[in-house]
């Protein structure tokens, strides 16, 4: 069975290390704050400027002049700080986020990620992904592995414009935890009772299948 | 307006001198932070081919959103943009141009642009379509690209508090990009909730001092929520 939105979500969060400042983008991402062990600090960071982001608000609490970095009116945890936009970017390209997490459309071999622009489609703007992943060491990718006519989002190389160039080198997707090393993938783990030969047909770029892939725990 | 007394009386005097064909930068993030009223001038000035640089281009009807029913822009630089269906309209058809331009990078360009610096290195969008046509250096054995400042005619800016002098303080991340926006602008006009007396606010606790400010109004605002989100 592919990985559930939530058991995604579960997986990305044992990379979590007590006293991580993490950036969590839209969608699955987002989700991984639910998961965060019992007894772990990890500190959110919203791109708008906000180090300890909480949850959202309660009607009471509900504020115009709070909001996170997808717009939604959220809260600050006893902590928090604020700070203005180019701050909020000299922590993520200084390197000094621990854990960034994102979607993207298709990621390859190289490293490479696509996911801001489709070329014929509106494009809305790369937003903070490009900063994101140009300034964090550890980026986990979070996205489907096949799209929903099955073509394989695991290319050799990335067919859509690029948010980044050789920054990627952990993904998860709905069938597996694949590290990228020396131009290929590497099948770490796979999601439970998804067969490593359902993997293989569902990546496009090069795959280095080790002898011993554990299924994921739930 | 004499001396190191930044109020202006009205916001038509805010932003005299405002012109067609300037660069306007907007401080907001989303709805969230922006000059209401002063957008709202800007509109009942009629200027047009305005260059706006804002993270953001508010939605339909609220925001600067409300600058394209007249068409007074002629190109958005933003990090994204399209929440609103006449901006979409118009990009399609050609009236407006838009330069997206990463989140960060913009950031560090108004702060740049007001402090002196023409321009920087980063590794933001090296690679990508960002870079195509810019400098790239090896620095340390990785690959930068050049990104030119930012500095406007004008800077318009929301903040929460501010004395005569013009030092203001911003509330929570209403904060986001109007200190950047209000170091890059020739002339900077910032709008604020409350004007207190010289002294009321903590020196140690100014986030844009006065020196960066013009002009300074009290307004009224109405602080639209672009996304109403509650606990479940």
Known sequence: ?218 | MSGLDKRVGSYAEALDGLQDGMTVLAGGFGLCGIPENLIAEIRRRGVRDLTVVSNNCGVDGFGLGVLLEDRQIRKMIASYVGENALFEQQLLSGELEVELTPQGTLAEKLRAGGAGIPAFFTATGYGTPVAEGKEVREFDGRHYILERAIKGDFAIVKGWKADHYGNVIYRHTAQNFNPLAAMAGRITVVEVEEIVEPGELDPAQIHTPGIYVDRLIQGTFEKRIEKRTLRG
């Open chain 1, 1 to 218: 069975m592919a990985l559930t939105r939530e058991q995604m979500a579960q997986r990305v969060a044992r990379e979590l290390r007590d006293g991580y400042y993490v950036n969590l983008g839209i969608g699955i991402p987002t989700l991984v704050a639910n998961y965060v062990p019992e007894g772990m600090q990890v500190l959110l960071q919203s791109e708008n400027g906000l180090l300890g982001m909480g949850p959202f608000p309660t009607e009471a609490e509900l504020d115009a002049d709070m909001i996170n970095a997808g717009k939604q009116t959220v809260t600050a945890l006893p902590g928090a700080a604020i700070f203005d936009s180019a701050d909020s970017f000299a922590m993520i390209r200084g390197g000094h986020v621990d854990l960034t997490v994102l979607g993207a459309f298709e990621v390859d071999v190289q490293g490479n990620i696509a996911s801001w622009m489709i070329p014929g489609k509106l494009v809305k703007g790369m937003g903070g992904a490009m900063d994101l992943v140009a300034g964090a060491e550890n980026i986990i990718v979070v996205m489907t592995h096949a799209s929903k006519d099955g073509e394989s989002k695991l290319l050799e190389r990335c067919s859509l414009p690029l948010t980044g160039a050789g920054c990627i080198r952990t993904v998860l997707t709905d069938l597996a935890w694949l590290e990228i090393d020396n131009g290929a993938f590497i099948l770490r783990e796979r999601a439970p009772g998804v067969s490593v030969e359902e993997i293989v047909a569902k990546t496009a770029g090069k795959l280095i299948v080790p002898d011993q892939v554990p299924e994921m725990q739930f």
